[in-house]
Antibody, heavy 122, light 113 residues
């Protein structure tokens, strides 16, 4: 059973860049038919899909965040990463990484990490 | 973006009773090529990540109890818990995977009456 684990600083200063890594275990990140995604959830609020990457490097980003988001994959470490630049307090949230599986033209967020809280504050 | 709207925002149901959650999308999420709806339901217990319950609007994920069922097509969908159990206390989200960006409903909190 694949497992995902987020890691990175829990506190980021305003205007700086948030950087998170998701480590995948129990399966290869290079497997086909998967995308690797980031989703966030402010405290007490709903879910926002940030974007996804496949191991070939193709990305899809939420247009609302696209100008500030960069995702990458490191297949040698079985990891993928998120960078969000110019953060403000509005970016404070629990950040989840997840695996999207493609099934008959649909994609399912079938496996999630536990999430990591990132607070933006000086 | 496709806007997903759930109703109600919260509901309290007695143990063993039925819980029904509605979800409406701002445009159809029916994929005409395979006649499947790109609509999923997730359960999020307190302090936990979301868990996939149902996809294609009505297909249960492996291991999900059969008291959970999904229905609907096009723009209107329903998640039903036929007999509420204590472990079903959670927030439930619908999500469309029809057009990027994927979007979620605001969530429906289910509690025990």
């Amino acid at each position: 059973q694949v497992q995902l684990q987020e890691s990175g600083p829990g506190l980021v200063k305003p205007s700086q860049t948030l950087s998170l890594t998701c480590t995948v275990s129990g399966g290869s990140i290079s497997s086909r038919s998967y995308f690797w995604s980031w989703i966030r959830q402010p405290a007490g609020k709903g879910l926002e899909w940030i974007g996804r990457i496949e191991t070939g490097g193709r990305t899809n980003y939420n247009p609302s965040l696209k100008s500030r988001v960069t995702m990458s994959v490191d297949t040698s470490k079985n990891q993928f990463s998120l960078k969000l630049s110019s953060v403000t307090a509005a970016d404070t949230a629990v950040y989840f990484c997840a695996r999207e599986v493609v099934v008959a033209a649909s994609t399912l967020l079938g496996n999630w990490g536990q999430g990591t809280l990132v607070t933006v504050s000086s | 973006d496709i806007v997903m709207t759930q109703s109600p925002d919260s509901l309290a149901v007695s143990l063993g009773e039925r819980a029904t959650i509605n979800c409406r999308s701002s445009q159809s999420v029916l994929y005409s090529s395979n006649n499947k709806n790109n609509l999923a339901w997730y359960q999020q217990r307190p302090g936990q990540p979301p868990k996939l319950l149902i996809y294609w609007a009505s297909t249960r994920e492996s291991g999900v109890p059969d008291r959970f069922s999904g229905s609907g097509s096009g723009t209107d969908f329903t998640l039903t818990i036929s007999s509420l159990q204590a472990e079903d206390v959670a927030v439930y989200y619908c999500q469309q995977c029809h057009n990027i960006p994927w979007t979620f409903g605001q969530g429906t909190k289910v509690e025990i009456k």
